[in-house]
């Protein structure tokens, strides 16, 4: 018995060390913030998944006061064009950079690496994970995204203002390079077992926060960032953190806060679900409530409620909603997960939700037979580019249209392009003096222009029809509840609300809030 008891004890202190230790913080980021210099700070609230007809349904029944505060005292654009394909990584990067993948060089949630040979995975789902490889996904996502993959080429918003002398801050963003020097700290219980280190060196923001791995408050109060806390990479640690630094006077002169916590249950129950945006109200009035009054917020501050993607509604499993790629491609070889890949694989799949890259190793497989297998009606868009053209085919109506940068077409954010086919097949409509208006897929034409251009290799896109999503053998599923990332206007559109100033963005895209940020930054209206 007196073993058994010591056994006991030891396996609960190798417990308590393993699994509820945290690392010990190399992060004094409080000491480079100041207080406020008379002008207005700004505040970017980035809500994963929030939807305009969300916000529109709430207000109506009286149940969001503090957005309905916002929208009162500020501005409200509900079709803001997101990037492609609408996927939280891509288009944070878009925003963060003002490129499109074309140049940020971020393709997706999920893609390959031709140059490598292997699949890029910054976290789809556990079963997909685990078989691409825990060490592999963690790797990518935590050194390399920020590293190596997010292009040298183009220069972030904390990269920009920082020459400029503007103070920025980043919590919980998967997307965080600057020219401050950071330390990404990781416990005993994943560095050890893993290949990541228990420190990492990042070059990011003048505040930088990520959940428990940097916690520059650690020293001075508590946050929810422990293993209860989903390690604070949730809501409730980001906004601690804004309300600690609001209440001291310590918030950088831009601050982006990544709220992700809508995202799973939309993805669970689907888009009509309003609950998730019930709560985001509550937490953006406990926000609010840290000043004397809401109105003093808005004389302060300048607030942003901004939008990643919408979400399409999954059909329930009577409707077969999804689309087993993987068994549609049957009769080639397809990569495995975690493998790389060898002169005898044909095709490699990468599903981003309801959007797919297919790659062509094999020379000998021809688009045409790439067609005919994917010939099903629940996909709606094929893509492939071929001679400097990229083909985009719509199934259902049986369209089809090529196009290239050119100067016949001038679509409405001033981009022309050279178009033949028919106009139907992106649903373009033909304006006055050769203008072009987006219909079902708003800014369509580049946006699958800077997809085909943001990696190396032979490769299609699908997208499916709203209502179904695509698989491959290891996919998560969301089934009967709401998936993004394809083309549609559905999964694209995304609101932006802006209070505290009347500076409005040139265009409603994502890809053009950079540029915002930069001139409200170098405009910001003085303090009321």
């Not at 018995?1 to 060390?17: A, D, R, T």
């Not at 990404?184 to 070059?203: E, I």
């Not at 033949?420 to 219909?439: I, M, Q, R, T, V």
Request: hydrophobic share 35%.
């Amino acid at each position: 018995m007196k073993w058994l008891i010591i056994i006991f004890v030891i396996l609960i202190l190798l417990y308590i060390v393993f699994f509820w230790t945290k690392p010990k913080q190399e992060e004094h980021d409080l000491s480079r913030m100041r207080a406020g210099d008379g002008r207005k700070k700004v505040i970017w609230l980035m809500v994963d998944s929030i939807m305009s007809h969300a916000i529109d349904e709430g207000i109506k029944k009286g149940e969001l006061p503090a957005l309905s505060f916002l929208l009162k005292n500020g501005q409200y654009q509900r079709n803001v064009v997101s990037s492609f394909p609408t996927m939280s990584v891509t288009i944070d990067s878009t925003l963060l950079t003002g490129t499109y993948p074309d140049q940020h060089r971020v393709p997706g949630l999920i893609w390959y690496n031709a140059e490598e040979k292997r699949i890029v995975n910054y976290g789809t789902g556990t079963g997909e994970v685990m078989r691409d490889g825990i060490n592999q996904v963690l790797e990518d996502a935590v050194i390399r995204l920020n590293q190596e993959h997010l292009s040298s080429n183009v220069s972030t918003v904390y990269e920009e203002l920082a020459k400029r002398g503007t103070r920025t801050g980043s919590i919980n963003g998967m997307l965080y390079r600057g020219n401050t020097d950071h330390v990404l700290s990781f416990p005993p219980w994943l560095s050890g077992p893993t290949t990541l280190p228990a420190r990492l060196s990042v070059k990011g923001p003048d505040f930088l926060a990520l959940g428990m791995f940097s916690n520059p408050l650690s020293n001075v109060t508590s946050t929810p960032d422990g293993l209860t806390d989903s390690l604070g990479l949730n809501d409730a640690y980001p906004l601690a953190v804004t309300r600690y630094l609001i209440e001291q006077d310590r918030m950088p002169d831009f601050t982006f806060v990544y709220l992700p916590d809508m995202d799973k249950p939309l993805h669970k129950k689907g888009p009509s679900d309003q609950s998730a945006i019930r709560t985001l109200d509550r937490e953006l009035a406990n926000l609010l409530n840290s000043f004397d009054s809401w109105n003093d917020a808005l004389k302060q501050y300048v607030w942003v409620v901004c939008g990643d993607s919408g979400q399409t509604g999954i059909h329930p499993k009577g409707q077969d909603p999804a689309i087993p790629l993987h068994q549609l491609l049957a009769d080639y070889r397809i990569l495995p997960s975690g493998e790389q890949a060898t002169t005898d694989t044909d095709l490699v799949l990468c599903v981003n939700e309801r959007m797919a890259y297919l790659y062509l190793l094999n020379d000998s497989i021809t688009i045409s037979d790439m067609q005919q297998r994917l010939h099903d009606e629940r996909i709606d868009l094929i893509a492939w580019e071929e001679d400097g053209w990229i083909h985009v085919h719509r199934q259902p109506e049986d369209q089809e249209l090529r196009f290239r940068p050119g100067s016949a077409w001038t679509d409405p954010y001033g981009q022309s392009w050279e178009i033949e086919g028919e106009f139907k097949a992106l649903d373009l409509a033909e304006g006055p003096d050769n203008s072009l208006d987006f219909g079902e897929y708003p800014d369509g034409l580049m946006r699958l222009y800077a997809a085909f251009h943001s990696h190396s290799g032979r490769f299609m896109i699908v997208t499916p029809a709203p209502g179904y999503e695509l698989v491959a053998q290891h996919s998560p599923t969301h089934i009967g509840g709401g998936g993004h990332g394809s083309l549609h206007r559905i999964d694209s559109h995304l609101p932006l609300i802006i209070a505290g100033t009347d500076q409005r963005p040139k265009h409603p895209r994502i890809v053009d809030l950079k540029e915002y940020i930069l001139h409200l930054m170098d405009h910001r209206p003085s303090v009321d």
